[in-house]
């Protein structure tokens, strides 16, 4: 290995790094439960929160999941 390839595989890798994280903080973010429905704006039940992970009400969520299903046939 010369010099150039080595640094180009140090490169490489700062920048699988960079997007490895970047994507592992994305998801985080994601994970996060919202404590007002992204929709109606309802407030979640703490309870909700933590048992799934959505930035819906039971409602909303139900609503989303129907139309999830409309669209994916
Ligand atoms: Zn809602």
Redesign the pocket.
């Known amino acids: 290995m010369n010099e150039r390839d080595f640094e180009r595989a140090a490169e490489l890798t700062e920048r699988e790094r960079q997007h490895a994280l970047a994507t592992h903080q994305r998801h985080q973010a994601q994970r996060r439960s919202a404590t007002e ?6 407030p ?1 039940p703490k309870a909700r929160q933590l048992a799934v992970v959505s930035p ?6 139900s ?1 989303n999941e129907e139309l999830n299903r409309h669209e994916r046939r």
């Open positions: 429905c992204e929709d109606c704006g309802q979640i819906y009400c039971v409602e909303c969520q609503i």
